[in-house]
């Protein structure tokens, strides 16, 4: 079997930083993916890591430890427009499709 | 940029139709995948297809086929339509780096 486990609901005031977990139980693993997807949009791809430690792009990181099956999204100086879902989404082999969590609602607050 | 283009961005279907939902994506990526997404469960996986003619259940099939006659076009299909099956559809692109490209995808209501 498989799950990937994140928070429902996140709230975070603009400005702040915040952090959205993910674990996971996989059978097989190969990287974690992270998306973001505004209410109407398509998710985007934010993020890969196929190894442990931190890969940062901008305000946004994302954080993988492997021995831990866990990873984290974290995002800095947030703005309003960081209000969105975030999924993890995870590969369990090199050509296997990723499998998403339910995803994180992030709500910006000024 | 990746472009992934799904025909429809909103359907609506009665019960027992059969429906094509169409995917174009133009950067030559060999594999395509069909995803419906539901309030509180995710994106969930119908199909994929890592070349022509090549198809692969995901983890909900039920209810759905698939056909790759090209490899920029990849085609969901309801051969019977059921109001279980109102929701979004996204379809996705990928070139292998796991950085998938989704179209803006098809909300479809079924009556």
């Known amino acids: 079997g498989q799950s990937l486990e994140q928070p429902s609901e996140v709230t975070a005031v603009e400005g702040a930083i915040v952090q959205i977990n993910c674990t996971y139980q996989t059978s097989g693993f190969y990287g974690l993916s992270w998306y973001q997807q505004h209410d109407g949009g398509a998710p985007t791809f934010l993020s890969y890591?196929?190894?442990?430690g931190l890969e940062e792009t901008g305000r946004f990181s994302s954080f993988l430890s492997r021995s831990d099956s866990y990873g984290y999204l974290l995002l800095q100086e947030l703005q309003m427009k960081d209000s969105a879902s975030y999924f993890c989404?995870?590969?369990?082999?090199?050509?296997?499709?990723?499998?998403f969590g339910k995803g994180t609602r992030l709500s910006v607050i000024a | 940029d990746v472009k992934v283009t799904q025909s429809s961005r909103y359907l609506v279907k009665r019960t027992g139709e059969k429906v094509f939902l169409e995917c174009v994506q133009d950067?030559?990526?060999?594999?395509m995948f069909w995803y419906r997404q539901d309030p509180g469960l995710g994106l969930r996986l119908i199909y994929f297809s890592y070349d022509v003619k090549m198809k692969e259940k995901g983890d909900i099939p039920e209810g759905y086929s698939v056909s790759r006659e090209k490899k920029e076009r990849f085609s969901l299909i309801l051969e019977s339509a059921s109001t279980n099956q109102t929701s979004m559809y996204l379809c996705a692109s990928d070139g292998g780096s796991y950085g998938y490209t989704f179209g803006s995808g098809t909300r479809l209501t079924v009556v």
């Open positions: 989404a995870v590969a369990h082999s090199g050509n296997t499709p990723l499998v």
């Open positions: 890591n196929g190894l442990d």
């Open positions: 950067m030559d990526h060999e594999n």
